[in-house]
């Protein structure tokens, strides 16, 4: 595998369940972001993690939770969430936080019924 | 005000032409960064071409050129000799400097709306 991986590529929930994505970048880096397209809405960054510790938190509602047990793997597991929150969620890495160019994954569609 | 302005929702561009995508910006950061991405159809986001805010000659990477004009704050994409599979969504990006509610910094992007480009054979 080469890149940044997303998995599911596509996942169809309840309001009620709860359900993980996942991320996974092969390039070495040291940051990794979760960012969220809706319809109609520009990309809007969510976490921003630097080395397994979250530096950015853009105002995200509780019902998103990150995780990132090392550089690697980034997770976000998602409970009770609302048809609103049906979008393309994309998963990204750079070298380091500040300056580095981002490098996406292929993105989780995600549809909540 | 938008930090990001891609002001043309849609192109048309015929096989083997060049095209030129807009994006203005707006930041008083005096270090920044210019990024073009790809979003074809399949949804991953591609990326392009970079230019640094003191980068005195504009970006170039293959037939993708950056027509970076500081004093009128525009990054405009050039795609030469269009191909068919140059048909996707396209977006600019800008990073800045942000400090979070600790005081530590890290580059934030804020992308633009987008222009879909189709390519005529």
Known sequence: ETGVTQTPRHLVMGMTNKKSLKCEQHLGHNAMYWYKQSAKKPLELMFVYSLEERVENNSVPSRFSPECPNSSHLFLHLHTLQPEDSALYLCASSQEFETDTQYFGPGTRLTVL | ?121
């Open chain 2, 1 to 121: 005000a938008q930090k990001i302005t891609q002001t043309q929702p849609g192109m048309f561009v015929q096989e083997k032409e060049a095209v030129t995508l807009d994006c203005t910006y707006d930041t008083s950061d005096p270090s920044y960064g210019l990024f073009w991405y790809k979003q074809p159809s399949s949804g991953e986001m591609i990326f392009l071409i970079y230019q640094g805010s003191y980068d005195q000659q504009n970006a170039t990477e293959g037939r993708y050129s950056l027509n970076f004009q500081k004093a009128r704050k525009s990054a405009n994409l050039v795609i030469s000799a269009s191909q068919l599979g140059d048909s996707a969504m396209y977006f600019c990006a800008m990073r800045e400097r942000i400090f979070n509610a600790g005081g530590t910094s890290y580059g934030k992007l804020t992308f633009g709306q987008g222009t879909i480009l189709t390519v005529h054979p």
